[in-house]
């Protein structure tokens, strides 16, 4: 089934109240049927969309603009997707959804290691696309009904600034590993099951549930002192997990 298929009968542009404010998102991809639709669906959902096709210029484009998102395809001319992912991370935190036609675990897992925030399948339905894009960007930039800043701790999260302290460390956080460790943070102690933690920080109901077990093992890296021996960010075998923020001075 081609993505002009699947778009064009299906695709109904949201209301201007339901969803965030204008907001600027990079597609990356080489594919020009594919490519034009995404673009075209994103402006009709009222958001600023621009195209580059290769994976070089994915990485320029966001060192210069900035983007409030990226759509990045796997499979890219110059360097692929997964590449193209690791550089863009070394420059900046804005959420990534990768696209690619391979969708075993292996390759789902690959995609989230090197940095990506989630990653779709193809061919997925446009309206799985669209609110997995509205999902991360209402994520990233809505203020929670929560306190400005919370302790836990040695941890503390600070939300006008999205920053998280270990100590005296600020943690270098992909968007999505902060609004999971915000979550943790603010729920202290609390066991949660892989399928609540992908409902309340991914906003799906129905997910794949190795994004949580990886970015877990991303968390435990920065978090951690040793990761194969967490003392924070615990398996409760048989259940899910669960984040003890120690003491202040532990």
Known sequence: MSYSSMFAPSFKPA???????????LVVGDDPVTADVLVSSLRANGHAARLVVDGIDAVEAVRETRPDLVLLDRMLPGIDGLEACRRIRLLDDVPIIMLADLGEEHDRISGLEVGAD???????APR???????????RTSSPEETPAMIEAGRFRLDRARREITVGDTTLSLTAREHDL??????HPDRVFRRDELLRSVWGWEVGDYSTVTVHVRRLREKIEDD??????????????YRFRPGTAHS
């Open 15 to 25: 209301s201007r109240s339901s969803g965030p404010a204008r907001r600027s998102i």
């Open 181 to 186: 460790l915000a979550h943790l943070i603010t």
């Open 227 to 240: 990761p194969a021996s967490p003392t924070h960010l615990l398996t409760v075998w048989g259940v899910g």
């Open 128 to 138: 799985e696309l669209l609110l997995r894009v509205e999902a991360v960007l209402r």
């Open 118 to 124: 989630d990653y779709l399948v193809k061919p997925f």
